[in-house]
């Protein structure tokens, strides 16, 4: 499946954003779909997940209680939509995609098949 992100930008500390991720070349609602973070000199972090129906939704807990990921299956789309961010939450956001296979969470980037080129994200006064 193909990948595309977009609603990136500056945003002042204590603002919000929502980012969208549309997917096309595939079924969508056969899909895992998640958000992962790369800050510059940083490894790739895994940000929030959502299994194929939106039924289970994680985060790591760095953004658990500000961050709400989602996804519409009729339009191929998921989005994250981020509140009270930070300085820290600035980097480059990426969505991923793995095909449904039984189960429900997965935090590693290696779990996942597919992805998108990112989204700026960047958090300053």
């Known amino acids: 499946v193909q990948l595309v992100e977009s609603g990136g930008g500056l945003v002042q500390p204590g603002g919000s954003l929502r980012l969208s991720c549309e997917a096309s070349?595939?079924?969508?609602?056969?899909?895992?779909m998640a958000w992962f973070r790369q800050a510059p000199g940083k490894d790739r972090d895994f940000v929030a997940g959502?299994?194929?129906?939106?039924?289970?939704?994680y985060y790591d807990d760095s953004v658990k209680g500000r961050f709400t990921i989602s996804r519409e299956n009729a339009q191929g789309t998921v989005y994250l939509q981020m509140n009270s961010l930070k300085p820290e939450d600035t980097a480059l956001y990426f969505c991923?995609?793995?095909?449904?296979?039984?189960?429900?969470?997965?935090?590693?980037?290696?779990?996942?098949?597919?992805w998108g080129r990112g989204t700026q994200v960047t958090v300053s006064s």
């Open positions: 070349g595939g079924t969508f609602s056969s899909y895992h």
């Open positions: 991923a995609a793995r095909l449904f296979d039984g189960g429900n969470y997965y935090y590693s980037g290696g779990e996942y098949d597919d």
């Open positions: 959502v299994s194929w129906n939106g039924g289970k939704r």
